[in-house]
């Protein structure tokens, strides 16, 4: 254990770190099958997206205590607070023992790509090709012009969204090179080198299947 009284602790539970690796891969598979007309492929991505997406918010209200947004979400103020006293400052201390969890900055683009993801999502299902003859499984229930134009904002939408991303992975490039912090193996292992008072507690795992079966059945009722 080191000075600060802190070592290798779990912090993020399995949920979220399969499910964020997952949303990493079918998003990239959703922006390949967009770029290439694999509009099949392209349906099925967003739906397994949305899937997830809809566990999450379950999840960010009865998951591990890390996973909660009551645990992390806080006020813009707080988050400014942060990026002036943790991030911009120059006398930054390296050692100081780090917190479980995301930080505000981190929290509110959490909360932003998961808004934009769902954005996105909602506009694909009422979205309609220029022909109208290939659309959204919701594309039924809205006019040809109102499908169009949810296909236009789903096209906008998508680069604010790819925007966000870059500056996800720029932060997360910063606190690495930067503030020589690590970010990315606590998302592959779950681990972080915290104090042993903010470890996580195990995974609940009836709520997981519970909330894993309410995500499938809302998106199998959308996509049928």
């Not at 602790?9 to 997952?22: A, S």
């Not at 492929?41 to 999840?59: E, K």
């Not at 236009?152 to 997360?172: K, N, P, R, Y």
Request: overall charge positive; some cysteine; charged content about 15%.
């Amino acid at each position: 254990m080191s000075q600060n009284n802190t070592s290798l602790q779990p912090v993020w539970d399995i949920p979220v770190r399969l499910g964020h690796w997952l949303m990493v891969l079918l998003f990239a598979v959703c922006w390949w099958s967009g770029e290439n007309h694999e509009m099949t492929w392209h349906r099925y991505a967003g739906y397994g997206l949305f899937g997830l997406v809809l566990f999450r918010l379950y999840w960010g209200v009865v998951g591990t205590r890390t996973a909660r947004f009551s645990n992390f979400v806080s006020s813009p103020k707080a988050a400014l607070t942060y990026a002036r006293n943790h991030i911009f400052k120059s006398n930054y201390d390296e050692n100081r023992p780090n917190k479980a969890g995301h930080n505000p900055l981190g929290a509110w683009s959490v909360i932003a790509l998961l808004g934009f993801i769902l954005l996105q999502i909602g506009l694909g299902l009422f979205a309609v090709d220029v022909d109208g003859f290939d659309g959204g499984p919701l594309s039924d229930f809205v006019s040809y012009d109102t499908g169009r134009l949810c296909a236009e904002i789903h096209e906008i939408s998508f680069s604010i969204l790819m925007t966000l991303i870059v500056v996800h992975i720029a932060a997360i490039a910063y606190y690495k090179l930067v503030r020589k912090q690590n970010l990315v193996p606590a998302m592959i292992h779950g681990k972080a080198n915290i104090s042993q008072s903010e470890a996580i507690k195990a995974t609940p795992w009836l709520r997981v299947l519970i909330g894993s079966a309410v995500a499938a059945l809302i998106v199998w009722i959308i996509a049928k």
